[in-house]
């Protein structure tokens, strides 16, 4: 395992993001989940968000990423979400017969940290600090 680093940290941080269209409309395609990847491509550096893994259904997107410590990531994903929606019903016009009020995302997101060992390991390990072997 490859931890990350700068200059006064040590970390592994993975995030696992699950965006939804609005209503759950079936509209994202191979071509569309392609230009979404390649905006969150885009705009991750500028938040030390760093892809890993990428897939999507016909309503959502799962996402994969690594952060670092000092990430802000409301506001990546708020900014992720308003320049992809924006650039989304850009190119393909034909998506807005199908969102109501044009909004592409859901307002809500799912945001969940995974890492490379079980809770319940953690727990039994930070439990046992302190006891001599």
Known sequence: MELDN?????????YHLVLVVKYRK?????????RLKEIFEYISPNYNITLQEWNQDKDHVHIL???????ELSKFINAYKSASSR??????????QFLWKEHF???????LTSGGA?????RQYIESQGEKL
């Open 87 to 96: 650039l989304i019903k850009k190119e393909y016009p034909q998506i807005r």
């Open 105 to 111: 995302w859901s307002r809500s997101f799912c945001l």
């Open 118 to 122: 079980p809770i319940e390991i953690i």
């Open 65 to 71: 990423f690594k952060a670092h410590p000092n990430t």
């Open 26 to 34: 079936t509209v994202i395609n191979e071509a569309i989940s392609n």
């Open 6 to 14: 700068n200059n006064h940290s040590v970390f592994l941080m993975y």
